[in-house]
């Protein structure tokens, strides 16, 4: 089992930034990726950026050039800052942590980007 507890959401304008966090525990060897998604209400989740064991990242076109994904493997942590947020950035924030055979989720964090 992994668990995953993500944190840093909250309100803030246009234009402002947020960094969450995702703090993962438990079983987390094999663990070949992470990533994070976001579910804005009436809207399927979206896969928002990835980063692999390696390092490699990938973003949703969306979020390119605001966002930036990183990790910190001695603190089994994943980040996401956000710059530049838009109101359409407004989601709650889910956590993912991906193995072989599973995929792990946290319980997500609020987003909401006022105009």
């Known amino acids: 089992q992994v668990q995953l507890v993500e944190s840093g959401g909250g309100l803030v304008q246009a234009g402002g930034s947020l960094r969450l966090s995702c703090a993962a525990s438990g079983s987390i060897f094999s663990i070949n990726a992470m990533a994070w998604y976001r579910q804005a209400p009436g809207k399927q989740r979206e896969l928002v950026a990835t980063i692999t064991k390696g390092g490699t990242t990938n973003y949703a076109d969306s979020v390119k050039g605001r966002f930036t994904i990183s990790r910190d493997n001695a603190k089994n942590t994943v980040f996401l800052q956000m710059n530049s947020l838009k109101p359409e950035d407004t989601a709650v924030y889910y956590c993912?942590?991906?193995?072989?055979?599973?995929?792990?989720w946290g319980q997500g964090t609020q987003v909401t980007v006022s105009s």
């Open positions: 993912n942590a991906q193995k072989p055979r599973f995929v792990y």
